[in-house]
């Protein structure tokens, strides 16, 4: 603030000494000079919170007196070292989700094998089986902070986080909550193994989430528990779909207009979010021009909304972000004319780049081709 301080009063020192026609008269030698004596006064300030404030005279003299020693460094020595290090972390990754994949594996077709209960209630559960990351009662006094998760955590088991859509007292909800109970000795035999493994998480069809170390789940600005929904995320579809090709087609008609429009955007943001950087994406806005009641041509036009109008793209972050505000800024108008879009959207799918496996059309609409009383197919029709 100081050093704010003294700009701005030898700045108006400036301005209020000097004007411009003096400047350009011969002041531009005194002028100068009054600019340079100010830059070696913060030059002189600056060295002088230095030594104040990080005692730079103290730290170098420390640098100075240190004993240094030249050692010569292969440079592929160092690339391999590097190498063998990233290897050896990415296999224990991936050695660790083979052995929670086989074991989910294991512990649902032994618990459909020998299920021979009538399925209860959550609450009928016992601790070890059902601890809810939204319920805080349940975790009271079981979680310290761990500063390699940089939250409060408890590695003597695992939570439960259940999407706020499921219902909690369903069959499936309760069984999916009771067999997931024995990959505790999983993820800690993982956790075990490999020291920089940090979050292990199960996701399952009925909405529910097992993860592990067990922890209380984030809020939102008013305190309520942020949903989470793992059927939704890419990691999950990724694994449960692999790689696809998806063109959403928009229908952006006068029709749209209103609540249904803002649904249907946040329908198309919702699938790209979806999706993953090996899935790819495009998006179409499907309408045509009309003209009013008095014959004047309004003019809209059917176009794919990504940065190649003519190819699909990589769902990147960078496209699904820039796709996402185009639709953002979309508003409604124009007929329905939608042939145009599906058109579109199948010459999309026989472009290059493309994954060639899955292709998926998605198609949002109200499904009504009612235009309002004032739109006409021709000039004074």
Known sequence: MRLLQILLIALVHTRAEYSWTEYEDGAHGSLEGDVLNWAVLIQNYILQLASDGIKKDFSQAYLDSANYTFERKDGRDIVEQVKQELGDYFSKKKKAAEI????????????????????????????????????????????????????????????????????REEEMTVDTVNFTAKLEDTFKENAGNDEFLRWQ???????????????????????????YDPRVRPWYIAATSGPKDVVIVLDCSLSMKGEKFSIAKGVAKTVINTLTKQDYVNVVCARASHWDQVGKLH?????ALSCQQDTMVPATIAHRKDLKEKIQKLKAGGTSELEK????????????????????IVFVTDGQDTDGENIRCGPGK
Do not use: M
Request: aromatic content about 16%.
């Open 299 to 303: 003019y809209y036009g059917t176009t």
């Open 100 to 167: 929670l994949a086989q074991k989910v594996k294991e512990i649902y077709e032994d618990f459909i094998k020998h299920k021979k209960f009538k399925t209860g209630k959550l609450t009928d559960l016992k601790a070890k089986q059902y601890r809810d990351s939204d319920i805080p009662e349940q975790l009271a006094g079981s979680l310290k902070f761990a500063p390699y998760y940089k939250q409060n955590v408890s590695q003597e088991f695992s939570t439960i986080k259940i999407a706020d859509e499921v219902p």
């Open 341 to 360: 879009g599906l058109e579109i959207a199948y010459d999309l799918l026989k472009s290059n780049p493309r994954t060639g496996c899955q292709s998926v």
């Open 201 to 227: 998480y199960f996701g399952s069809t009925a909405g529910i989430v097992r993860i592990y170390p067990g922890r209380e789940w984030s809020t939102n600005f008013a305190g309520f528990y942020n949903d």
